[in-house]
């Protein structure tokens, strides 16, 4: 397997255009996360869904965020309008739960997304 | 979720073991304690997790104390591309919420 797929790896867009990030989670995996990374938060947990199902999005910072799995093979992280502290870097992982129930995610490559 | 106390930064000798502390004091009893790591500009990569007993795989051991209130990763030979940030995480048995704190930015001396 390819691994967890993220498109684009970089972004750069003006404030106030709308943002799609990509994701295609690793086949089978059940679970599908979306982080985001900046120097001073670190990485932080913004939504994750369950075979497709949106199960905790207090992460997402605003209503200009928005999370999206139509089916189990792909997720879009939307971000309308977009700000300057959008700024960061954004990634996905998935995840199967294993015979414990323990975590192991996979985590993508990321999408470097700068807002100007 | 407990919380997790780490160095914010620790150095080590290329060729020795890098033992890296996690302080997790308020840890349920159906809690798991996980280590990830991030290599610069990469995405964040599962390492081992424990539950009570010590762990050992092909890249680290996890010795866990007694009391589960704290634990320690082991690199038993660290080389150059052991550098990176390592996270101790706690989470929840069934659920598959994992909170990143700052972790620990581990460099590998030549």
């Known amino acids: 397997d390819a691994g967890v797929i993220q498109s684009p790896r970089h972004e750069v867009t003006e404030m106030g255009q709308e943002v799609t990030l990509r994701c295609k989670p690793i086949s089978g995996h059940d679970y599908l996360f979306w982080y985001r990374q900046t120097m001073m938060r670190g990485l932080e947990l913004l939504i994750y869904f369950n075979n497709n199902v949106p199960i905790d999005d207090s992460g997402m910072p605003e209503d200009r965020f928005s999370a999206k799995m139509p089916n189990a093979s792909f997720s879009t992280l939307k971000i309308q309008p977009s700000e300057p502290r959008d700024s960061a870097v954004y990634f996905c992982?998935?995840?199967?739960?294993?015979?414990?129930?323990?975590?192991?995610?996979?985590f993508g490559q990321g999408t470097r997304l700068t807002v100007v | 979720d407990a919380k997790t106390t780490q160095p914010p930064s620790m150095d080590c000798a290329e060729g020795r073991a890098a033992n890296l502390p996690c302080n997790h004091s308020?840890?349920?009893?159906?809690?798991?304690v996980y280590w990830y790591r991030q290599i610069h500009s990469q995405g964040p990569q599962y390492i081992i997790h424990?539950?009570?007993n010590n762990e050992t795989n092909e890249m680290a051991s996890l010795i866990i104390t007694e009391d589960r209130k704290s634990s320690t990763l082991i690199l038993p030979h660290a080389t150059l591309r052991d550098t990176a940030v390592y996270y101790c995480i706690v989470g929840k048995w069934g659920a598959q919420k994992l909170v990143f704190g700052q972790g620990t930015r581990l460099t590998i001396n030549p």
């Open positions: 308020t840890i349920s009893g159906n809690e798991y």
């Open positions: 424990g539950l009570k």
């Open positions: 992982a998935s995840s199967v739960r294993g015979r414990g129930a323990e975590i192991e995610a996979f």
